[in-house]
């Protein structure tokens, strides 16, 4: 095993120095490695069954065989080897080859595996953090092999060596993190702090950060009897300086790197290992110049501008919140260099101030690199940290760098006892018996919720992990069920948990207290904070049935101080109320689809005393609704229930039905999809659909050829085929990041761009996919690019700047900022670029420099105000005239290109879709559903009309000799453009759909957040 700078814990014979990690039972909670020597074992403990802790390990199904033996190495130390489990049927010894992020270089590796004699397979490793930025596999795993033995998996690895291969590993399949049943070792190291002979002892590898060290090297050179890694480090350069340490370290009460604030330590007062702690906390330093100046200091011992764990100060990107395993970036910062470092800094562009022990300054370096001082410092900057040192830490001048550590939100004081090991996230154990998870279905620059396929299946497997019988609580930002319709897949949430022992769901976002109970789950919101001073808290209790219960208690502020006040009890035992399972139902529609039969049969356990049904409301987005709701009649002795539903306004396609039954207080729910068939007058019908396994909420771009290019969240980019009864994929990539932002195409359809999250912007070859390029913007690109009607520039917005690249190349010709949010696709003439930003502002550049040339202020007052009622989203249009429209929330506006100045203005909230520019007339469709044609010279309204949704996203499109528009909620809908009126409707989908649609040859493509990619097919015009 390998180590870095990152701490190593030791458990010394002799009191020569002092401690390593933690009190013993840490050792397994962690999970980190255990080296101990043998001794005789303890009486009775080296066989049999375990008696060295309560119960058994929570690894795997219960009632799997488990062992454990136990040694002392030394007095105070002892050491356990607890062996659980068997070889699982499904699980093989294999040696994995390779790991590549790109399928295509997995698949070349595979093709020489099958050249040299082997059979390899490609396992695609999908699984990321929940916080991960990116979306899409984390890459792909090339493995050979699928043997019975550890041997015989050695041997297969000697082979492929011999053949050339590098890098190769043997693994067992039980560690991929699917179920199995084992066999798993686990060693913990425990430490009795009264009767420790030796010593605890943490310590640097190489005692510098920089570079690594193998743990038995380093044990064998602090004489250790035990030892074991300790915390989180950075692994390659790309992620900062290999062994910096990722968070936070103190030995011997000094500093050697900074906190990744609020993320969980180990605190190591003593020798012995009393008093050891785990506590959130925090760092920070503060340079104070002799001149008066002060600035923050960014960091401690590592590479500027990159932040290994996050968690920092000052504009770090993308959070400045703790993110595991991720590193953040920031072009500016201020890093302090101490003698644990080693004897010099990094060399790098910025500057740098010498400073001896007292803080004075001796020398200041015109850029990073150079000796540190022995007993002194070195303060490293870039960018504007750079600038402050040029200005207050000039030679001869002082420097004094204050340090402070937080733990638990209370000082830390130092001494020269105290180490603090570096720790990951807070794991929030299952209390009471209670098995609790949180799951946010939040969807990025929407404001309703959508749960994706991988979160649901997240959701099982954790549930499955509790076991099927654990009782569990789910938090979640949105409500859920009955008149509530602000999670667009609700029913699939619910389906998901049915079967399991779910006994209460968690929610926030109506800012007020309710408790209902749906399918036999209590369903408990939250008052909103910026309403009240209010919050809830969780107490077990023995229930009034005296068996095991939740209590939750409101505790409010009011003018009489705190008040609390019981909300309700929640059983965690008894009867397994989410398996009382949705009513079944069955529908059949009228031959002239004017209505819809429905028979709902209740579950045997279920009593009713009503029930009712409706076709959610369609105009309902992110809200919540009551109407349509009709009664159903009960036969069977209630068991059963029956209604007619009018589907008379409703059009072709698919649509969903919700009833509801109602015993007391209790719901049970269940929500179907039913299609209506199209009538021989419709002109509409869905031709195809694909599914591209994650949710489209980029627009669709087409290609020459008819062809058709569409981007998922997870990061895939496909170019299809439409034509025939199912489209051909004809190339698949895998961006840097989610893609949101609509990927553009040059004037030629020779290239397609595409930007992601993580800032990436991609250039492919829009014949075959081939990257021909890829721009790396400092913040995440979230709208679609542009390029210029000449095909040699493409613009490209990423968080609060422009940036001007070479359509050929990639090559950056200008940055421009922005004073805000950059959400739409900006718009460019062969003069200017024109952009709107969460400032409340549309900003126009230069194109041949991006010299600002003017600004134009269309929304105003407090911060939040600014932005949400703003033009951050919108997507200007060239007029006619020398003019550019752009939208607010509340107008849109034609402004003068060369001034800003406004010429005429249209109320409606038309920023969430891009305009319809004809030969006549320009169509704008606002959020809310309603369609205006208006003079593109004037403004003056031709006609108006409202559609049966609301659309974010769907902006219009010309096919057919018609107006399509996307419905956020799957209307697919044709409008006359010289009138307005009704040419079309159909329904393609019941999911969200954020995605313009495109026409690509005689269909026109609209993209869902369920994944789905649909295709509509339009008869000859009624």
Not at 159 to 181: K, Q
């Amino acid at each position: 095993m390998s180590a870095g700078g990152q701490i190593a814990q030791t458990v010394t014979r002799r009191n020569r120095r002092r401690a390593a990690v933690r009190h013993a039972a840490l050792a397994a909670l962690l999970g980190l490695a255990v080296a101990a020597q043998s001794a005789p074992a303890e009486g009775g403990r080296g066989s049999g069954r375990a008696d060295a802790g309560p119960g058994e390990l929570p690894l795997g199904r219960p009632g799997l065989s488990e062992s454990r033996s136990s040694t002392r190495p030394a007095p105070g130390v002892r050491y356990t080897r607890i062996e659980r489990g068997e070889v699982s049927r499904k699980d093989v010894y294999t040696v994995d080859v390779a790991f590549r992020a790109r399928r295509e270089d997995a698949r070349a590796i595979a093709a020489r595996l099958r050249k040299d004699g082997h059979r390899p397979r490609i396992v695609r490793v999908a699984r990321r953090a929940p916080d991960d930025p990116q979306r899409g596999p984390l890459g792909y795993l090339v493995r050979v092999g699928a043997l019975d033995s550890e041997p015989e998996a050695n041997a297969l690895r000697d082979r492929l060596a011999a053949d050339g291969y590098a890098g190769l590993r043997v693994v067992y399949t039980g560690e991929d993190g699917g179920r199995t049943t084992g066999p798993w070792v686990v060693h913990v190291l425990e430490i009795e702090p009264d009767a420790l002979a030796g010593a605890l002892d943490a310590r640097l590898a190489t005692d510098v950060v920089p570079e690594r060290e193998l743990l038995t090297s380093i044990a064998g050179r602090t004489d250790a009897i035990a030892s074991l890694n300790g915390g989180y480090f950075v692994i390659g350069p790309a992620d900062g300086t290999p062994g910096d340490l990722a968070g936070i370290s103190m030995l011997d009460g000094r500093l050697v790197s900074e906190a990744v604030n609020g993320r969980t330590s180990l605190v190591l007062p003593d020798p012995t290992g009393a008093g050891a702690r785990v506590a959130a906390l925090s760092s920070r330093q503060t340079a104070t110049s002799s001149d008066g100046a002060r600035r923050e200091v960014d960091g401690l011992n590592r590479k500027p501008g990159l932040i290994r764990g996050c968690g920092g100060i000052r504009g770090d990107a993308p959070t400045e919140l703790p993110k595991h395993d991720f590193t953040c970036t920031d072009p500016t910062e201020l890093i302090q260099f101490t003698p644990d470092f080693g004897t010099a800094t990094e060399p790098g562009e910025g500057a740098e101030a010498a400073l001896d022990a007292d803080g004075r300054v001796l020398e200041l370096r015109s850029a990073r690199g150079g000796a540190i001082p022995p007993g002194g410092s070195v303060l490293s900057g870039t960018g504007e940290g750079a600038d402050w040192l040029r200005a207050h830490a000039r030679p001869g001048a002082v420097v004094d760098v204050a340090t402070g550590v937080l733990a638990g939100g209370r000082a830390l004081a130092p001494s020269p006892t105290l180490d603090v090991i570096n720790g990951g996230p807070r794991l929030l154990r299952d209390a009471a018996g209670v098995h609790v998870v949180a799951l946010d279905p939040t969807q990025l620059l929407q404001e309703p919720g959508y749960f994706s396929r991988a979160q649901l299946e997240w959701l099982r497997e954790d549930l499955r992990g509790a076991g099927q019988d654990a009782p569990s609580v789910v938090f979640v930002h949105y409500p859920m069920s009955g008149d509530y319709l602000y999670v667009g897949n609700q029913e699939e949430f619910l389906r998901a948990v049915e079967g399991f022992d779910v006994r209460a769901v968690v929610a926030g976002h109506i800012h007020r207290q309710e408790v209902v109970r749906v399918n036999g789950i209590t369903s408990v919101t939250l008052p909103g904070i910026l309403n009240t001073a209010a919050y809830h808290w969780v107490t077990p209790v023995t229930g009034a049935d005296g068996a095991p219960a939740l209590a939750i208690t409101l505790a409010q502020r009011g003018a009489a101080g705190w008040q609390e006040t019981p909300v309700v009890e929640i059983p965690v035992e008894g009867e397994r109320r989410a398996l009382r399972r949705a009513p079944k139902l069955r529908t059949e529609v009228a031959r002239d689809r004017s209505s819809v039969e429905v028979v709902a049969d209740l579950h045997p356990a279920q009593d009713a005393d009503g029930a009712r049904a409706r076709f959610v409301p369609q105009f309902v987005f992110g809200g919540r609704s009551s109407a349509g709701w009709v009664p159903l009649a009960p036969e069977q002795d209630g068991r059963r229930w029956r209604g007619t539903v009018d589907a008379s306004a409703l059009e072709a396609g698919v649509h969903e039905l919700q009833v509801q039954a109602s015993d007391g207080d209790a719901r049970f729910e269940a929500t179907e999809t039913v299609e209506l068939p199209a009538a021989a007058t419709d002109r509409l019908r869905l031709a195809w659909e694909e599914d591209l396994g994650a949710a489209i909420q980029a627009g669709l771009a087409p290609l020459p050829g008819d062809g058709l290019v569409a981007a998922t969240v997870d990061g895939a980019v496909v170019a299809l085929d439409p034509r025939g009864s199912q489209p051909s994929e004809r190339w698949r990539r895998e961006a840097a990041g989610p893609v949101y932002g609509t990927p553009a195409t040059d004037p030629e359809g020779q290239r397609v761009f595409v930007p992601t999250t993580a800032g990436v912007i991609h250039a492919f070859d829009a014949a075959d996919g081939k990257e021909a390029w890829r721009f790396t913007a400092p913040r995440p690109a979230l709208a679609a690019p542009v390029t210029t009607a000449e095909g040699d520039w493409v613009i490209a917005a990423a968080g609060r700047a422009l940036h001007a690249l070479e359509a050929d190349s990639g090559a950056e010709r200008w940055t421009a900022a922005v004073g805000g949010f950059v959400g739409g696709r900006p718009a460019a003439d062969e003069r200017a670029v024109y952009a709107g930003a969460g400032d409340g502002k549309v900003h126009a550049f230069s194109l041949a420099t991006g010299e600002r040339l003017w600004e134009r202020v269309l929304s105003s007052g407090t911060p939040y105000r600014t932005f949400i009622l703003g033009p951050w989203a919108t997507q200007p249009t060239l007029l006619p005239g020398d003019r550019v429209l752009v939208a607010t929330a509340l107008n849109a506006y034609a402004l003068d290109r060369s001034t800003g100045a406004i010429a005429w203005q249209v109320r409606g909230g038309f920023m969430y879709n891009a305009a319809l520019l004809l030969d006549d007339r320009l169509v704008m469709v606002d959020e809310f559903g309603g369609a205006v044609a208006v003079d593109p010279l004037t403004g003056a309204e031709l006609w108006r009309t409202k559609l049966a949704q609301r659309v974010l996203g769907g902006s219009p499109a010309l096919w057919k000799g018609a107006v399509a528009v996307g419905g956020v909620n799957g209307l697919v809908a044709l409008l006359d453009p010289t009138s307005g009126a009704d040419a079309g409707r159909l329904r393609a989908g019941v999911d969200y759909v954020h995605s313009a649609p495109a026409v690509a040859g005689d269909v026109l493509a609209v993209g869902s957040q369920d994944g789905r990619l649909r295709a509509v097919e339009a008869r000859a015009s009624r």
